[in-house]
T-cell receptor
Framework: TQLLEQSPQFLSIQEGENLTVYCNSSSVFSSLQWYRQEPGEGPVLLVTVVTGGEVKKLKRLTFQFGDARKDSSLHITAAQPGDTGLYLCAVGGSQGNLIFGKGTKLSVKP | GAVVSQHPSWVICKSGTSVKIECRSLDFQATTMFWYRQFPKQSLMLMATSNEGSKATYEQGVEKDKFLINHASLTLSTLTVTSAHPEDSSFYIC?????????????FGPGTRLTVL
């Protein structure tokens, strides 16, 4: 069973559109992270959320942690081609490692 | 700051040969380094956890004799894929956890694409 369920798996939109991707679980987490990975590269940390209900903004990206700390969402306003990539949510594992969701592959067309 | 490098960035080898991949934290000391594997269109899966000066901890299903991990210093970990076979072809990514990190934050290397012919 997948600990973190991400949806949608794939998303193809036009430049300027808004979008939301989700990361859901039945487990409670002390923190959750979002990463973006471009083809042939390692993931890059976007944000860490730690408090239930927390909202963090990073330019056109808005991240929210659910009140119960079981889920999170990432909203992108006025998407640009540079936003194209694989968006991964992750939580901490028992070894101090990260456990990743399967990711949402976003394609923004000009 | 907090840069992690990997070398090589890609490698093609013949079946049966061994390949060594290096992971370095360039501007910080890493308390722990992790090795992940990512198959096409899939997410990252943890292979092993490496602490400086001690034996690596491998995830279930990962053969420790096939994937040799050496963590010689606080800035260098190496992964050697021994007797590589085509099914070992994958994208291998390391990450490093810094002493100053909080909330499981890790810094990832750019990955190494291994193709075994």
């Amino acid at each position: 069973t997948q600990l973190l369920e991400q949806s949608p798996q794939f998303l193809s939109i036009q430049e300027g559109e808004n979008l939301t991707v989700y990361c859901n679980s039945s487990s409670v987490f002390s923190s959750l992270q979002w990463y973006r990975q471009e083809p042939g590269e390692g993931p890059v940390l976007l944000v860490t959320v730690v408090t239930g209900g927390e909202v963090k903004k990073l330019k056109r990206l808005t991240f929210q942690f659910g009140d119960a700390r079981k889920d999170s969402s990432l909203h992108i306003t006025a998407a640009q081609p540079g936003d194209t990539g694989l968006y991964l949510c992750a939580v901490g594992g028992s070894q101090g490692n990260l456990i990743f969701g399967k990711g949402t592959k976003l394609s923004v067309k000009p | 700051g907090a840069v992690v490098s990997q070398h090589p960035s890609w490698v093609i080898c013949k079946s049966g040969t061994s390949v060594k991949i290096e992971c370095r934290s360039l501007d910080f000391q890493a308390t722990t380094m992790f090795w992940y594997r990512q198959f096409p269109k899939q997410s990252l899966m943890l292979m092993a956890t490496s602490n400086e000066g001690s034996k690596a901890t491998y995830e279930q299903g990962v053969e420790k004799d096939k994937f040799l991990i050496n963590h010689a210093s606080l800035t260098l970990s190496t992964l050697t894929v021994t007797s590589a076979h085509p099914e070992d072809s994958s994208f291998y990514i390391c990450s490093a956890r810094a002493r100053f990190a909080s909330y499981n934050e890790q810094f990832f290397g750019p990955g190494t694409r291994l193709t075994v012919l």
